[in-house]
C-alpha cells in the first residue's frame, strides 16, 4: 500500500488539483523571481560621470557637460583640475592638452534615462565602491546557502504550508524594508536574510502540489513551474523599466509576495506529510475535502483504514531505515554523487553567471534580460524531448560542452557576441537543469535519494558563492567570465559521460541496487525509450508483493 494508492481513490488530478496548479502554483512561480533577480535592477549602475554644480546647473545638454567633465581615458571617476565656471560662460568645449585630473570631488551625476534611482545612486556604488553591487549579490548567496538546510529541515518537521505562508511574510518584510533603510549595511543584511528564504520560496509550492498528485502528473508540474518561473522573468525587466525606482519596484515584489496569505483557508497541507507526522485524522480531513472536491467522495471510515495501515508500514520502515550519509561508502554511489554535485556546481555557474554578468553586457539591461529569460521557454521543451529520446547521459555531457563552445564567442569579439554566447547559453543550461535534476532523483536510491540531492545541491552552492565576483571581472576584459563558464561546463559534460544512463531503467531502492546500477552498460551506449511492462501478476504492485511473487 502506497499513498498514491490512496490519492487515487480520491482523485490524483481532478478538479481540485487542477485549481491549486492554475490559482496557486502558476502565479506564486511567476512572482518568485521578481524576489530573486530585482536585485540585478535594483543596484543597477547607471552611466555616470563626476558632478559639477557649475555645469549640472547650467544649459549645457548631458552630451556638452560630459564632454567638458569626462576624461577620456576615466570617464566615470575623474574630472578635469579646471575652473568650470569660465569654460559655461565662455561655452567652450576645448580643453588644453596639458591639463591635469583629479578624483570627482562632490561626487556623481547620474544618466536617468533608464532609472531615476537605484541602490547603486544612493550610495554611490561606483569607482573605488565599484564592487559593492557584487557584494550585494555576493551576500544574497551566502543566505541562500545557509537558508537552504534550515528551512527544509522546518518544512520536514512543522509542515509546508505553514512554512510557505511564514516565509512569504519574512520575505515581503524584508524587501520593503531594504528598500526604505538609509545604513548600507542594513541594506546588506535585509537583503541576505531575504535571500536565505528565495530556495525555499522556489521549492516548497512544488513539493506540495507533488505530494497531492498522481505521479504520471508530476513531471507535467515540473514543466509548469519551470515555464511560469521563465515568464515571470520575463515580466520582471517590464516592471523594472516601468518603475524606474528601486523603491518602487521593491514595494511592488514586496506586496506581491505578501499576497500568499491569500491561500491561508483555500491552501491545504500535505496529507502525506501529516501522515508521515502520525496526524492521521487530519490528513482524513484532506484526503475527504480533495474526494469532494473532485466528485470522488469516498467513505470515511474506509479512507480512514487505508491511511491507519499506511501509517503504520511508515512506522516500521523508519525501523530499518539505513542512515543517509551511507551512500558515501560505496565507490560507484560515491562517484555518482561527486559527478552529480560538480554538474550542480556547473549549472550554478552558467546560469548564475550568465545572469550576474547582464550589467556587463552590450545593448540595453533591460531588452538583454528579456531575451536571455524568453530562451529558457524553447530550451526546456527542447531537452525535455532529447532526455526522454537520446537518454539524460549524452543529453547532458553535449549540452555542457556545447555551452562551453558558445563561451568562447566574446573571445573573437565582434559586436553583441557577448549577447549572443549568453542567449545560447541561457537556452541550453535551462534546459540542462531538468536534465541533471532527472539524474539525480533517479541515480540516488529510495532510503538516500533526498539526501544525496540536497546535500550535492547544498556542495554546488556553496561552490559557486563567487559569481557575482566572477561577473565583475569583466571590468578586466568582457571574456573572463565566459572563459571560466565556458571551462566549467566542459569539464562538467566530459565528467557526465561517465555516469550511468538512467532512461527506461527501474529505480534503485536499495543502497546496494545504485551501487549496482549500470554496471552492465558499455560507455558507447544509449537506452532506448521503452514502455515498461511486467509480466507479474496484477496483484504485484508493490515492493513487498513482488518479493512474494517472485516465491510463488
Known amino acids: 500500500m502506497e499513498f498514491e494508492d490512496i490519492l487515487e481513490k480520491v482523485g490524483g488530478y481532478g478538479k481540485f488539483q487542477k485549481k491549486l496548479t492554475v490559482f496557486f502554483l502558476i502565479p506564486v512561480a511567476c512572482v518568485i523571481p521578481w524576489f530573486w533577480m530585482n536585485l540585478i535592477f535594483i543596484v543597477s549602475v547607471p552611466p555616470h560621470w563626476c558632478y559639477v554644480p557649475e555645469v549640472a546647473f547650467s544649459n549645457l545638454s548631458i552630451s556638452q557637460q560630459r564632454l567638458i567633465v569626462s576624461p577620456p581615458d576615466d570617464a566615470s571617476c575623474s574630472m578635469y583640475n579646471i575652473s568650470y565656471a569660465d569654460y559655461v560662460i565662455d561655452e567652450s568645449f576645448v580643453i588644453p592638452e596639458n591639463v591635469t ?14 532609472y531615476d534611482s537605484t541602490a547603486a545612486t544612493k550610495w554611490n556604488m561606483v569607482c573605488s565602491r565599484n564592487h559593492w553591487p557584487s557584494l550585494i549579490l555576493f551576500l544574497q548567496n551566502v543566505g541562500s546557502l545557509l537558508g537552504t538546510p534550515v528551512f527544509g529541515y522546518f518544512s520536514d518537521k512543522f509542515g509546508r504550508k505553514v512554512v510557505l505562508l511564514l516565509l512569504g511574510i519574512v520575505v515581503s518584510s524584508t524587501e520593503i524594508a531594504s528598500v526604505f533603510v538609509d545604513d548600507f549595511i542594513v541594506f546588506a543584511v535585509l537583503r541576505t536574510i531575504n535571500g536565505t528564504i528565495l530556495p525555499s520560496m522556489f521549492t516548497l509550492p512544488y513539493i506540495l502540489i507533488l505530494e497531492i498528485v498522481a505521479p504520471d502528473m508530476r513531471g507535467r508540474m515540473n514543466g509548469v513551474i519551470n515555464t511560469s518561473w521563465t515568464l515571470g522573468l520575463c515580466l520582471l525587466p517590464l516592471f523594472a523599466y516601468l518603475s524606474r525606482s528601486w523603491v518602487v519596484l521593491g514595494v511592488i515584489s514586496g506586496c506581491t509576495g505578501m499576497s500568499v496569505l491569500l491561500y491561508w483557508k483555500y491552501l491545504p497541507e500535505s496529507p502525506s506529510w501529516l501522515l508521515s507526522q502520525d496526524r492521521c485524522d487530519e490528513a482524513l480531513d484532506v484526503m475527504m475535502m480533495i474526494g469532494d472536491k473532485n466528485k470522488k ?38 562517484r555518482n554523487f561527486l559527478i552529480l554535485s560538480f554538474c550542480w556546481t556547473a549549472f550554478n555557474v552558467a546560469y548564475g553567471g550568465l545572469t550576474y554578468n547582464l550589467r556587463n553586457l552590450e545593448g540595453n539591461e533591460f531588452i538583454n534580460f528579456f531575451l536571455l529569460s524568453v530562451v529558457e521557454f524553447p530550451g526546456n521543451v527542447t531537452f525535455w524531448y532529447l532526455m526522454d529520446r537520446v537518454g539524460r547521459r549524452w543529453t547532458a555531457t553535449f549540452g555542457f560542452i556545447l555551452i562551453g563552445i558558445s563561451s568562447l564567442l566574446p573571445i573573437i569579439g565582434f559586436q553583441y557576441s557577448d549577447v549572443i554566447s549568453s542567449m545560447i547559453g541561457k537556452f541550453l543550461i535551462a534546459g540542462i537543469m531538468m536534465v541533471t535534476d532527472q539524474q539525480g532523483s533517479e541515480l540516488f536510491p529510495t532510503v ?37 563558464i565556458g571551462l566549467t561546463c566542459v569539464f562538467a559534460g566530459i565528467l ?16 546496494s541496487d545504485a551501487e549496482d546500477f549500470g554496471k552492465d552498460q558499455k560507455f558507447f551506449s544509449w537506452n532506448k525509450p521503452k514502455e515498461v511492462t511486467s509480466d507479474l501478476p496484477k496483484d504485484c504492485k508493490h515492493i513487498q508483493e513482488v518479493i512474494l511473487c517472485s516465491h510463488l
Open 448 to 484: 538516500a535519494r533526498s539526501f544525496g540531492m540536497g546535500t550535492g545541491k547544498t556542495i554546488a552552492t556553496a561552490a559557486t558563492l563567487m559569481m557575482p565576483y566572477i561577473a565583475y571581472l569583466s571590468v578586466y576584459g568582457k571574456a573572463i567570465p565566459f572563459v571560466i
Open 496 to 511: 557526465a559521460a561517465f555516469l550511468p544512463e538512467t532512461l527506461s531503467k527501474n529505480l534503485p531502492q536499495t543502497i
Open 297 to 334: 467522495p469516498q467513505k470515511r471510515e474506509e479512507i480512514k483504514k487505508l491511511l491507519q495501515t499506511l501509517g503504520e508500514e511508515i512506522k516500521r520502515k523508519k525501523k530499518y531505515e539505513m542512515k543517509d550519509s551511507g551512500i558515501l561508502k560505496y565507490p560507484r554511489l560515491r
Open 101 to 114: 585630473t583629479i578624483p570627482c570631488a562632490k561626487g556623481w551625476q547620474y544618466d536617468k534615462e533608464n
